[in-house]
């Protein structure tokens, strides 16, 4: 099954930025398969996403950019 990950609307209760949630999400997860949605002022570039993705096991297989966000899919590897 394939879950997304959100992390466009803004939490007023955390403070955590939105890369330190996507990586503790992402190690945390036995999913093989996720979808991440991002904001480009929180994450400009899905270069970065991509080397997140590298460093906790996951790979990239598709990515779609607009002005405001960034949808990838990861796999685990």
């Known amino acids: ?6 992390l466009t ?10 890369i330190v949630k996507l990586v503790r999400t992402l ?4 999913e ?7 904001s480009k ?8 996403l991509e080397m997140i993705a590298d460093k906790i096991g ?3 297989i598709e ?3 607009n002005e405001k966000t960034i949808k990838a899919k990861f796999i685990r590897i």
């Open 1 to 6: 099954m394939t879950i997304t990950i959100d």
């Open 9 to 18: 609307k803004e939490d007023v209760s955390c403070v955590e930025h939105p």
């Open 27 to 30: 190690s945390d997860l036995n």
């Open 32 to 38: 093989s398969e996720v979808i991440v949605i991002v």
């Open 41 to 48: 002022d929180d994450i400009p570039s899905g270069k970065i």
């Open 58 to 60: 996951y790979k990239i």
């Open 63 to 65: 990515m779609t950019e």
